[in-house]
C-alpha cells in the first residue's frame, strides 16, 4: 500500500480520504455488509472491534492514529454515519473508516491510478448518494467533541 515507491508523495491520511470518497459504497445495505466483513487479520469483523478506550475496551497498548482528513472526507464520514443510524445501525467513525481501509483499498497499479484521481477531485465528489451536497460542503468548523452517530 506504499505509493512512495512510485513517486507519489502520498500519505496515511490520503489513503484513507481515497479510499473513503472513492471506494466506499453510499448503500446502506453495502455500508452494513462492509461492516460485518471478516477479515483474517481481526478474526472477525471490523463491527465486532471495540468502539473506543473511554469504554474500557481499547487497551492503551492498542495503536491509535489521529490523521488530519480534509473536511469533505471528513463530512463524508459523518454522512455515512447518518446514513447507518437512519436504519438503526450503531457504527463509531473508527470503525467505519477501519472497514473501508481493510476492504476496499485498492493495491498496485490501481492504487496508483485512484490516488491521482483523488488529488484532483473536487469536493463535490465526496457526496454521499441520495444527501444534499452540503453534507461535504460544510463551511462551519466543526464542533469540538463527539461525532454524530456516537
Known amino acids: ?3 512512495r515507491w512510485s513517486g507519489r508523495p502520498a500519505l496515511p491520511q ?3 480520504g481515497l479510499t473513503v ?3 466506499t459504497p453510499d448503500d446502506v445495505d453495502e455500508l452494513i455488509a462492509l461492516m460485518h466483513r471478516p ?16 469504554r474500557g475496551l481499547v487497551s492503551i ?3 491509535q492514529r489521529q490523521l488530519r482528513l480534509p473536511s469533505p472526507v471528513s463530512l463524508r ?3 455515512l454515519i447518518a446514513v447507518l443510524a437512519e436504519v438503526d445501525y450503531r ?3 473508527r470503525q467505519l473508516v477501519s472497514a473501508a481501509v481493510l476492504h476496499q483499498t485498492p493495491t498496485g497499479g490501481a492504487l496508483e ?20 451536497l452540503r453534507g461535504v460542503l460544510g463551511l462551519a468548523p466543526p464542533k469540538p467533541g463527539r461525532r454524530p452517530g456516537r
Open 1 to 3: 500500500m506504499d505509493l
Open 14 to 16: 490520503d489513503v484513507v
Open 21 to 23: 470518497v472513492r471506494h
Open 39 to 54: 477479515h483474517p487479520d481481526l478474526g472477525g469483523s471490523v463491527a465486532d472491534l471495540p468502539t473506543g478506550r473511554y
Open 61 to 63: 497498548e492498542t495503536e
Open 77 to 79: 464520514i459523518n454522512t
Open 91 to 93: 457504527a463509531s467513525r
Open 113 to 132: 491510478e485512484s490516488y491521482d484521481r483523488y488529488r484532483e477531485a473536487k469536493a463535490r465528489d465526496a457526496a454521499v448518494a441520495g444527501q444534499p
